[in-house]
């Protein structure tokens, strides 16, 4: 949830005025998807200015799980295995993913 609040605050500043997140989880995507949804205290500050900001936004939320999105899968990956905050504009690691996923070509997975 805090990831998903933080990237919607990332886009906010940087005009973005559409938005399309495609999460794993589908507890955050219930979240978004019930619009009497409040969250813990804690976090209830942030997602009302999340919910304000994404109001002035074309602003879409997908599930799709993990397994079933190699592109998400890969950055979800690369997340565990940073230290720290890191910001790319296009990641490199899945610059030829992104493409075969935006022509349509099927990725597989064998174990």
């Not at 794993?24 to 969250?39: E, K």
Request: proline share 5%.
């Amino acid at each position: 949830m805090k990831a998903t609040i933080f990237a919607i605050n990332i886009a906010s500043k940087r005009g973005w005025h559409w938005l399309w997140l495609e999460i794993d989880s589908m507890a955050v995507f219930s979240c978004f998807s019930n619009p009497g949804f409040l969250p813990p205290l804690r976090l209830r500050n942030s997602w009302l200015h999340c919910k304000d900001l994404i109001s002035n936004m074309r602003f879409v939320i997908t599930h799709t799980y993990r397994e079933g999105n190699l592109v998400v899968d890969t950055m979800a990956n690369k997340g565990l295995n940073s230290s720290g905050f890191v910001w790319w504009d296009l990641p490199p690691c899945i610059q030829k993913q992104l493409l075969l996923d935006s022509w349509g070509v099927p990725s597989f997975r064998f174990h």
